[in-house]
C-alpha cells in the first residue's frame, strides 16, 4: 500500500487520467444535449463516487489481507479515510437539494420513478455479489435461510440489511457495503410526502432550519451518526434555497471551496460528526451558488462521468474485491508499484464498465419511468 504522500500523487494522476481516457469523442453516447441538468452538479457527482472508491480502495485492500474492516486500517492514510466521509456526506446534501422542493402530480409516479433509478444498478451489483458468494463457497455451501437472506438482497436498499450468503458471514463487503446509504435515501423519499405537507403551512426555510435544530440538539445527543445524516438531506434543502436568493462571485466562490477543501482533508476526523457538518455546509452551498472550483467540475469528461456515478458507486467495491481475491487466491506476490498499477487498470476498467451500465442498463430504466406520467 503507497504511503500517505504517494497516494495522494496516485489519485491526482487518477483524475488526470480519467480526464484524458473519457474526454475521448469514443464517449459522446454519454453526453446530454440539450439537457436542463446543472453541469457542475454531475461533475460534482463524479468526484464524490471516485471519493467513496478511493476510501473503499484502502478497506479492501488490508480486508483481503487478513486485518478487520475498521477504520484502524487507515493510520497510514488518512487522506483515504477522509474521502469516504466527503462523498457521502455530499452525495445526501445533493439530495436534500434536488428532492426537498418536490410536489409531485403523483407520489405513486414519483415513487415509481425513484424505484427504476434505484432498482436495476442495485439488482445488478446484488448478482454480482450472490454469484461471486456462491462461487466462493461451493465446497461449504450453507443453504439455511438462503431465501430469506436473497430478499434482503433484492430489495433495493430499502431495508439497509445484508446478511451471509451461503455462510459467507461478510457477504455484504463484496461491494465493499455501499448499500446502506441507500436506506437514508429512501428514508428521506418516504419522508417527502409529510415534509411537504409541512412545508405548505411554514413555507421552506423555516422547516429546513426546524430540521437542522431537531438533528443538531435532539437527535446528536443520543445518535451522531443519525443526527449527520438528516442533518445533511436539510442542509441540501437550505442550500436550494440561499442559490435561489442571494449571488456571490464566482471566483470568491471557487476560492472558498477551495480553502474548505483543504481545511476538510486537513482536521475532519473522518468520522460522521455534527461538529464538522458547518464546513460542509458551507461547501455544498458554495458549489449551489455557482462554485465549480475553477472550472473543474464542468469538465466533459468528469460531466460524463457524472451520469455513470452510480454505477461507480454500486460497483467499485466489487471491482477491488476481484483483484484483491485474485491476488489473495493465486498467491502473486506483487511490490507496490505493480499493485497500484493494477489497481489502475482495474479502477479504469472499472469507469469504462460503468458507462455502458448507464447507457444501456441506468438510461433506458429512467427513460421508462418518464414514460409513466399517467399513473
Sequence with gaps: MLESYQMFGWILGLLLLCWAVFSSRLFVFMDNPGSRRIERLDGLRFLLAFSVAMHHYVYSYYYLHGQSWTPAVFAHNPLNLRMGVFGVTLFFMLSGYLFAQSSPASWLHFYLKRFLRIAPIFYLSSCCCV????YLQRHTLVSRDMLLNLYYWFDAGITGVKPPLFGM?????INAGVAWTLYWEWAFYFSLP?????RQKTGQLPLAISVLFIAVYCVAPFNQ??????ACFAVGALARIVSESIQIPKKLCDSAIVLLLVLIFSITTGRYHINFLPLFALLFILIALGGDIFGLLRLKAFVRLGDASYSIYLLH?????CLNKVIQLTAINLNKAEYTLLATVVLIDLMLICTLTYRFIEQPFMQLGRSKRHI
Design 131 to 134: 454469484l461471486l458468494a456462491l
Design 169 to 173: 458471514r461478510d457477504a455484504r463487503l
Design 194 to 198: 409529510l415534509l411537504c405537507f409541512v
Design 225 to 230: 451518526p443519525k443526527a449527520y445524516f438528516i
Design 317 to 321: 467495491g466489487i471491482g477491488w474485491f
